[in-house]
């Protein structure tokens, strides 16, 4: 959340970006650029005049040309590509470099400037691929039912609750979800990603994140999907994923932000690059290198 040149990047502005539909990334503005589906997966929530831009579509940001690229960390959420006078600047949002089966694949482009995120900015997190992921979840399922126990998932209600329908489906379970998470599929369905597996008395139950028992509570018949938590399908991009992500993009100058954006800064220092974190709510033309 930051303000450049006083453009918004997830951050309130007369004129801003929003790179997804989750909360911690609402802004408010005169006009809020965004693609259709975080718009309509906004206004589930909030209004606000937002005009909408297809990815890889140029448009302009005052007097500045700018694209919009896949991010990959659910439905519509996207990258933000600016042409500054001096300089290039990609700025991410929430990534996943792996394809989930409910959000566009991302795409990387070079840039002078990247920001990035670091939520999971530490090598500890190494997380399984999306269909290393999806095994382990299917097991999970399978045992549960094997025990006559009702499978039950906890995890967003809106993006990972969606990929575990999806999930889900494709591997033949009627899942009883709850009525936020339901909401959210028929916008999803508006956008031709459909789920015909949701049912009354559906074999697995799906809530969201605020209905869960602590994770160190669960039951052997509950998950935690997240990260963070007992299953680890997440739509972040881990430390690797990060690592392969600014390789692709090939900047001179990284800033990072959310998360361990200390840690990973310090990090890509060791690395060799030219990397300072950032507070969420800043301006960036405040910094000496931008």
């Given at each position: 959340m930051m303000i450049i040149y006083g453009i918004g990047l997830d951050s309130s502005a007369r004129v801003t970006f929003q790179s997804h539909a989750h909360s911690d990334h609402f802004v408010s503005g005169n006009i809020i650029f965004s693609t259709k589906a975080t718009k309509f997966l906004s206004h589930l929530k909030k209004s606000g005049l937002y005009?909408?831009?297809?990815?890889?579509?140029?448009?302009?940001?005052?007097?500045?040309?700018?694209?919009?690229?896949?991010?990959?960390?659910?439905?519509?959420?996207?990258?933000?590509?600016?042409?500054?006078?001096?300089?290039?600047?990609?700025?991410?949002?929430?990534?996943?470099?792996?394809?989930?089966?409910?959000?566009?694949?991302?795409?990387?482009?070079?840039?002078?400037?990247?920001?990035?995120?670091?939520t999971f900015g530490v090598p500890m997190?190494?997380?399984?691929?999306?269909?290393?992921?999806?095994?382990?979840?299917?097991?999970?399922?399978?045992?549960?039912?094997?025990?006559?126990?009702?499978?039950?998932?906890?995890?967003?209600?809106?993006?990972?609750?969606q990929e575990l329908l999806k999930i889900l489906e494709v591997h033949g379970y009627t899942v009883k979800?709850?009525?936020?998470?339901?909401?959210?599929?028929?916008?999803?369905e508006k956008f031709g990603i459909k789920f015909g597996n949701i049912d009354r008395n559906g074999e697995v139950v799906l809530r969201g994140f605020r209905t869960p028992k602590p994770e160190n509570s669960l039951s052997p018949s509950e998950l935690y999907v997240s990260g963070f938590g007992n299953l680890k399908l997440s739509n972040h991009a881990d430390f690797w994923e990060l690592i392969k992500i600014?390789?692709?993009?090939?900047?001179?100058?990284?800033?990072?932000?959310?998360?361990?954006?200390?840690?990973?800064?310090?990090?890509?220092?060791?690395?060799?690059?030219?990397?300072?974190?950032?507070?969420?709510?800043?301006?960036?033309?405040?910094?000496?290198?931008?």
């Amino acid at each position: 959340m930051m303000i450049i040149y006083g453009i918004g990047l997830d951050s309130s502005a007369r004129v801003t970006f929003q790179s997804h539909a989750h909360s911690d990334h609402f802004v408010s503005g005169n006009i809020i650029f965004s693609t259709k589906a975080t718009k309509f997966l906004s206004h589930l929530k909030k209004s606000g005049l937002y005009k909408v831009v297809k990815f890889g579509k140029t448009f302009y940001l005052g007097d500045y040309k700018a694209k919009l690229y896949p991010a990959g960390h659910m439905l519509g959420s996207a990258q933000i590509y600016i042409e500054f006078d001096e300089f290039s600047l990609l700025y991410t949002g929430d990534v996943k470099w792996f394809k989930l089966r409910t959000a566009e694949k991302s795409r990387f482009r070079k840039a002078d400037v990247l920001i990035i995120e670091a939520t999971f900015g530490v090598p500890m997190y190494n997380f399984p691929s999306p269909k290393e992921a999806e095994k382990k979840l299917i097991a999970f399922v399978e045992s549960a039912l094997d025990k006559r126990k009702t499978p039950t998932l906890y995890a967003n209600q809106m993006g990972k609750a969606q990929e575990l329908l999806k999930i889900l489906e494709v591997h033949g379970y009627t899942v009883k979800a709850s009525r936020s998470i339901i909401k959210v599929a028929k916008v999803y369905e508006k956008f031709g990603i459909k789920f015909g597996n949701i049912d009354r008395n559906g074999e697995v139950v799906l809530r969201g994140f605020r209905t869960p028992k602590p994770e160190n509570s669960l039951s052997p018949s509950e998950l935690y999907v997240s990260g963070f938590g007992n299953l680890k399908l997440s739509n972040h991009a881990d430390f690797w994923e990060l690592i392969k992500i600014i390789e692709k993009v090939k900047p001179e100058k990284i800033y990072t932000v959310y998360g361990y954006a200390e840690n990973f800064a310090k990090i890509l220092r060791g690395l060799g690059y030219d990397a300072t974190a950032i507070d969420r709510d800043c301006c960036l033309s405040c910094y000496k290198n931008i």
